[in-house]
């Protein structure tokens, strides 16, 4: 735990690491080595890769998340 004044970051919980991973992995192995997701079209690899690093930062921000 980092603690700076008032503003302190956690570390986010095993799940939430490992979902915005698999996300992050998702995205890149869509937009460089051509991965084909049926559920999501390959131009949206840039939003699942901010949904990702989104969802990480929230868990860090937030405590027990």
Do not use: N
């Amino acid at each position: 735990m980092f603690r700076r004044g008032t503003f302190v970051l956690t570390p986010p919980t095993f799940a939430v690491f490992a979902i915005s991973l698999i996300l992050a992995v998702m995205a890149l192995l869509m937009h460089y080595s051509g991965v084909s997701i049926p559920v999501i079209r390959s131009s949206h690899a840039f939003d699942l890769l901010a949904i990702g690093y989104g969802l990480l930062t929230i868990g860090v921000l937030f405590r027990r998340l």
